[in-house]
Each structure stands twice: as C-alpha cells, then as structure tokens.
C-alpha cells in the first residue's frame, strides 16, 4: 500500500508535468468554444467536399481531332460509356492542336499513325482517358486485322487484346493532379490554422494565470519549467486530438464522395506525415509563443508580444499556399521547407504532392528536431524570467541577462 503524498511534499518532475498537463486537458478539450469551433470545421470540409464532388467533376474531358480524321464520331460515341462526358474539338492541324494541348484548351489530341492510336497530352493521360483510347485502339486493331488477315480470329483476338495507345508527352516534367494539389492545399492550411490556434491557446494561458495571479498558486507545487512544460504538453494533446478528427473527416470526406478517384496522392505516407509536421511545428511555435507570453501581463498585450512569431509563421504559410502547390520544386519551396519554423508548414505540402525522396523528409525532421533544446532553453529562461514579474512589459533584453 503506497503512502499519500503530504500536501506540503514536492512533487517529482514527471508527476508535476502530468498533473498540470491533465489539466490543461481537461480545460481545454471540453471548453465550449472549442467544440463549436471543432465541430464548424468538420461541417465546412463536409460541405465542401460535398460541392466539389457536384461541381467538381462537371467539365467535360476535350479531345481534338484534326479535320481530317474520320475517327472523330467513334471517339465521341466511346467517350460516353468509357470516360463519360466527353466533348470532341475539331483542329486544322497537328501544330494548332499541340498549341491548344499546352495552353491547357484541350486534355488530348488525336493524331494520324502508321499503325494503332496515338494520343498527344502535356503530361499524362487520365484515367478515364486512357480507357477511352484503349478501347478505340482496340476497335482499331480488329478492323485493320479483319482487313489484313482474313479474319483470322486467333490473330484477331491476340492483336486485340495487346492493342493500346501510344501517348507522346509534349511536358515530361511529373505534373501534378487534382487530388495532389488538393490535399497540398489542405496539408498547409489545416497545420497553419491549428498551429495558430494552439499557439494563441498556450500564450493565453499564460497570460491569464498570470494576470488572476493563479500562478503563484500553482508555483507553490511547481517549478516554474514544470508549469510550462505541462502547458505546453496538455494543450498540445489536445491541438493534435483536433488535427486528427479534422484529418479523418477529410479523408472519410474524400472517399465517401469518390473526390481521391484516379489520383496519385499517397494518402497514407500523407496523414502520418501531416501529424509528425504538426508534433514539430506545435513544440517549436508553442513553446516560442509561451515564453514571449509570460513577458506580458494583460491579454491586450498578448498580439503584440507574439507579433514577430506570427509574422514568421506568415511567411512559409504564404509561400505554401501561392508557390508550392504549382512549383514544389521551385528553389525557394525547396529551400524553406529546410528551415526549422517553414518546414513544418512547407515539408507536409510538398509530401501531398508527391516525388519528395524519404531522406529529404528525413533531414528537414533532424534540423528541426536539433533546434528544439535550444527552443527549450530560450522558452525556459523567459518563462522563469517574467512569469511571477507583473506591471510593465518585461523587455526581451532583461529577460535573456543572467
């Protein structure tokens, strides 16, 4: 039978930790707004997957065939029952169907071959697509051997089967698709906003322990490293509870309505990945926000003490959003998602949109792992620095001095 702690004994530093982590738990993940705010999240990504899956998909897929090309007729018929709304677009020439495949106008164009079917893309051919022209190089191949062979039907049946088209690539740089660039988009958006929110969350707190004077209360059980580090801990549980109920919504949003269909995305290499960018990124920004907060004393103060961490986190959120789902390899995508504070944001975009080798993933999670204890440090000695000092702002400066 264990002996009860007296309430005057310390406690150990694990029990402190837990004890003010549970707390902050309990507070948190049951507190009104943040269920409201949980729950308006998850209805928003039903909704919009909802619509994107009505309206999504209501363009047609545009083939162009020259003037010339007696197949135009087969492949509007095939295109209604293999790739399903499909609308043909007569061309005068190779050159200006070429033109129209690059600008974007057209999503294949069908051009004249010795033998077989041969399709001109930018990149790659669809899915749907592909079924398309498989199947009119098919109906091809049976004429032509019908023609040729006598209507062998062993020949016919063999050429049959191994009939498919030939795709030239006018751009064989790996083009991203829909599903890629979407869940790049969600990727940076969903751990920008939670690691925001979590942020704030730990830098309120901070601020109004402090302020009801709550904390010299807790710091008669606690050191002051201990109140922190539980903080830190509890609202972090909590702020990755809400990233995994957003994530699996989206997911079950994504298959439920069909939106992942055809796609590249790794959808799994893509969640794991999004969580531990979120683990990193929340113990860097949070513990930051924490200290800087303990340097105030009034929630007014609270916005401008986190304003050149807000401002940090601006910058790769900005960059994420308007580069890297176009140009994930572009020298500054590549270059930020590197650096401790941008890869947590820049890292899991350029994961969703596919062909990031597994060491480049490997060394962006060390770099940001290697500033942590110095994260721990710095957040340490402001939080002990200004924690119990009320009043006037208490200046970086004065804090950092021995």
Known sequence: MSTPVSPGAPLSTAAAVRL??????????????????????????????????????SDPSRIGVLSDDPRGPTVEALGSAAAGDVEVVTVSSRGEGEEK????????????????????VESELSDSLSTLFAALAQQQALADEILELDGDPARVAEAVGSASPTVEALDAADERDGGQIFAGFAAGILIFMALMTTGQMVAQGVVEE????????????????????GKVLGIGAVGLAQVAVLVATGVTTALGFGLLDGTSLELGPTVLWAMVWFVL?????????????????????????????????????????????????????????????SSPMLMPMR?????????????????????LPVLVWLAGRLYGRGILRTGARVKLSDALQR
Not at 24 to 49: D, Q
Not at 102 to 112: C, F, Q
Not at 300 to 327: F, K, N, R, T
């Open 20 to 57: 003010v982590a549970v707390r902050e738990i309990r507070s948190k993940m049951f507190a009104k707004t943040f269920v409201l705010t949980t729950a308006a999240t998850m209805a928003a990504i039903i909704v919009g997957g909802l619509l994107y899956a009505l309206l999504g998909s």
């Open 101 to 120: 495949v690059t600008d974007g106008d057209l999503d294949a164009l069908l051009v004249p071959a010795d033998s077989g079917v041969t399709v001109v």
């Open 210 to 229: 402090k302020s009801s004077r709550v904390v010299e209360l807790l710091l008669a059980t606690v050191r002051p490293w201990q109140l922190m580090a």
């Open 281 to 341: 990124g929340y113990a860097s920004y949070a513990l930051v926000m924490a200290g800087l907060a303990a340097l105030v004393s009034r929630q007014e103060d609270v916005g401008s003490a986190l304003s050149p961490v807000m401002m940090l986190m601006m910058v790769p959120y900005v960059i994420g959003v308007s580069l890297a789902p176009w140009d994930p390899e572009h020298p500054l995508v590549l270059a930020l998602s590197y650096v401790p504070f």
């Open 351 to 371: 994961i969703a949109l596919g062909g990031v080798p597994l060491w480049q993933v490997l060394v962006s999670v060390m770099l940001t792992v290697l500033v």
